[in-house]
């Protein structure tokens, strides 16, 4: 069975500071991977997905970035946070190909940011 | 490009009643549609899916949706509401081919007894 790992799960760092948030999955191969962001009062947005190793793809200019340095494995990056970065950050995957690409995504647990 | 509508931001409804939860959405061809459930802290889980076929989808926990072209519409229903059924419900949108899933700003279900 497939399951997804996104580490830590609560985070509080200084403005200024630099970010890592890390999310693998196992049990599946050449994943979709996703980062959305769900801040406080608003609906979740899509910030990176990724269609293979070093491909990703960006869906709002911001403070971030994100990697794919591995099949299963999606890194989001900040080299200095903003206030504005705090929020519910969700990684996500789903199958690759066929007719309905979307056909399911599958959450991890989420991460709390709490830039300070 | 493809967007979500939930009007209703907060919604209360006694233990035991009936439940529906709007979603419109805007897109030119057929689209995919989906209903999550996010429980406080936690990550999303699929309550249901439409891809085609019978307009009346069934999901877990006894939740139901149904799609109108008509009016762009996909609501979430529930006939009797359970107090573990508070929790934000988030309606999404997707098309084949397209690996973005746009989400609605969803909408908190309080269950009061």
């Known amino acids: 069975s497939q399951t997804i790992h996104q580490w830590p799960a609560t985070l509080v760092q200084p403005v200024g500071s630099p970010l890592s948030l890390e999310c693998t999955v196992e049990?599946?191969?050449?994943?979709?991977l996703y980062w959305y962001r769900q801040a406080a009062g608003r609906g979740l947005q899509l910030l990176f997905y990724?269609?293979?190793?070093?491909?990703i793809s960006s869906e709002v200019p911001q403070n971030l970035s994100a990697s794919r340095p591995q099949d299963r494995q999606f890194i989001l990056s900040s080299k200095k946070l903003l206030l504005s970065d705090s929020g519910f950050y969700l990684c996500?995957?789903?199958?690759?190909?066929?007719?309905?690409?979307?056909?399911?995504?599958?959450f991890g647990s989420g991460t709390q940011l709490s830039v300070l | 490009a493809q967007s979500v509508t939930q009007p209703d931001i907060h919604i209360t409804v006694s233990e035991g009643a009936s439940l529906e939860l709007r979603c419109n959405y805007s897109?030119?061809?057929?689209?995919?549609l989906f209903w999550y459930v996010q429980s406080p802290g936690q990550g999303l889980q699929l309550l249901l899916k439409?891809?085609?076929?019978?307009?009346l989808v069934q999901g877990i926990k006894g939740f139901e949706a149904e799609f109108k072209r008509s009016q762009s519409s996909f609501n979430l229903r529930k006939p009797s509401v359970h107090w573990s059924d508070a929790a934000e419900y988030f309606c999404?949108?997707?098309?084949?081919?397209?690996?973005?899933?746009?989400f609605g700003t969803g909408t908190r279900l309080t269950i009061i007894p």
């Open positions: 049990g599946t191969s050449n994943p979709n």
């Open positions: 999404a949108v997707g098309a084949s081919g397209n690996e973005k899933l746009t």
């Open positions: 439409y891809f085609s076929g019978d307009t």
């Open positions: 996500a995957w789903a199958p690759i190909g066929g007719p309905r690409t979307n056909e399911k995504l599958f």
């Open positions: 897109y030119g061809a057929t689209p995919y």
């Open positions: 990724s269609v293979g190793i070093g491909q």
